[in-house]
T-cell receptor, first 115, second 113 residues
Framework: GNSVTQMEGPVTLSEEAFLTINCTYT??????LFWYVQYPGEGLQLLLK?????DKGSNKGFEATYRKETTSFHLEKGSVQVSDSAVYFC??????????????FGQGTILTVHP | SQTIHQWPATLVQPVGSPLSLECTVE??????LYWYRQAAGRGLQLLFY??????ISSEVPQNLSASRPQDRQFILSSKKLLLSDSGFYLC????????????FGDGTRLSIL
């Protein structure tokens, strides 16, 4: 079956530090990969996506590269802000068949950024 | 542009009472629709999904049911709530094609007393 594994949290950083949140996956076929962010008390927002190997998704200073050889999609940001404090979810979907766009989520990583 | 609306935002219900949560999508047609529950601010559990009017698939057996009476309307229901039904409920939609991301509503915080 499909699965997504994220690094254990919580992650605590100082403002302007470099962020990496690791994500690895197993999937049948060629999945699309996503990062979602959830701020306290809110729903999930799509942060970035990549649909094929070597694609780089980017948004709001965050980046992630689809690495097929290592089955990874690590999230990075060069300089975090207090406003980046949230829960981050890595997810995949596998095309076709009876997948119906269903997502397989990682367990989420809590990020706290201190001033 | 497409938007998704969920209501109510918060709900406090006694054990044994009925439930109806509503989700509507605007700006698209024939979306895939999903209901999730999230416990303790972390992992999401897919409860139901629908690929068309009247078509509901359940992912886990439970005390809840879902219906899709119109193309862009998705309803989560229960006849008798249990304490274990407490949680944060999220509705989401995606375009019918494969590999499209899901887009989430703002969620409903359900507390059972």
């Amino acid at each position: 079956g499909n699965s997504v594994t994220q690094m254990e949290g919580p992650v605590t950083l100082s403002e302007e530090a470099f962020l990496t949140i690791n994500c690895t996956y197993t999937a049948t076929g060629y999945p699309s990969l996503f990062w979602y962010v959830q701020y306290p008390g809110e729903g999930l927002q799509l942060l970035l996506k990549a649909t094929k190997a070597d694609d780089k998704g980017s948004n709001k200073g965050f980046e992630a590269t689809y690495r097929k050889e290592t089955t990874s999609f690590h999230l990075e940001k060069g300089s975090v802000q207090v406003s980046d404090s949230a829960v981050y979810f890595c997810a995949l979907s596998v095309p076709g068949g009876t997948s119906y766009g269903k997502l397989t989520f990682g367990q989420g990583t809590i990020l706290t950024v201190h001033p | 542009s497409q938007t998704i609306h969920q209501w109510p935002a918060t709900l406090v219900q006694p054990v044994g009472s009925p439930l109806s949560l509503e989700c509507t999508v605007e700006g698209t047609s024939n979306p895939n629709l999903y209901w999730y529950r999230q416990a303790a601010g972390r992992g999401l559990q897919l409860l139901f999904y629908s690929v068309g009017i009247g078509q509901i698939s359940s992912e886990v057996p439970q005390n809840l049911s879902a219906s899709r009476p119109q193309d862009r309307q998705f309803i989560l229901s229960s006849k008798k709530l249990l304490l274990s039904d407490s949680g944060f409920y999220l509705c989401a939609w995606s375009a019918g094609q494969s590999n499209q991301p899901q887009h989430f509503g703002d969620g409903t915080r359900l507390s059972i007393l």
